[in-house]
């Protein structure tokens, strides 16, 4: 499933990461410092050092954001979160066809995290630039997106994906990956359709009974289908 999520960074957040990044001491590093041996001959960008401070200021930011966005809570249902990464794009970068490695260390405590979903935050008003589309090949077809800033789009972490070269200003963008609850996508999704029925059913006012009957019978399934 490819899902839009708007809304992600309001308009103080946003601002408050962008000035982060844009700030002269800003620590950008060659992207090709965390890919992995696919990754590496295709990937034309930079990155803020996972590590830095700017990076940890950054990663408060979208981390908080996140845990309080409920269509990102109910579609991803996030147990770890790997450290959102930062990457800029400027004129000629571009990343090419690549897959998300199935696990990654998590760069503070080497914890191991499985990738599940990959999320790409966008932080720069899609009119100033060109290029710099997220193409995903699903399977329903290749999608590409380019979204305002402070909106963001989940997408499957084993689909084959890549950013379209930029040919005018700067693309900057957060990302990151998602260990889920639930391993599984179509039992993710089917979650995700799930809540979203109990929430339109409570916004029309159905009966209460029902309604609860239909909770009991999400968290059954999430139990069912997590691992923690
Ligand atoms: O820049 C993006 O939108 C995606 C980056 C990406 O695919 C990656 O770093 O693995
Ligand atoms: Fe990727």
Known sequence: MMLVVPGVLDAAALAEVRS?????????????????HQGERVKANQQIEERSPTAARC?????AALERHPTFISAALPNLLYPPMFNRYAKGMEFGAHVDGGVRLHPHDGRKLRTDVSATLFL???????????????PSGVSSVKLPAGDMVLYPASTVHRVTAITRGVRL?????VQSLVRDAGDRQMLYELDGTIQRLAAAGAEEAARLQLVGLYH???RKWSDT
């Open 59 to 63: 990663q408060r930011i979208v981390a």
């Open 173 to 177: 963008a957060c990302f990151f990956w």
């Open 124 to 138: 720069a008003d899609p009119g100033s630039y060109d290029g710099g589309e997220l193409v995903v090949e699903g």
């Open 220 to 222: 059954n399934l999430l």
């Open 20 to 36: 982060l990044l844009d700030a002269p001491g800003a620590e950008w590093v060659d992207g090709r410092a965390t890919a992995g």
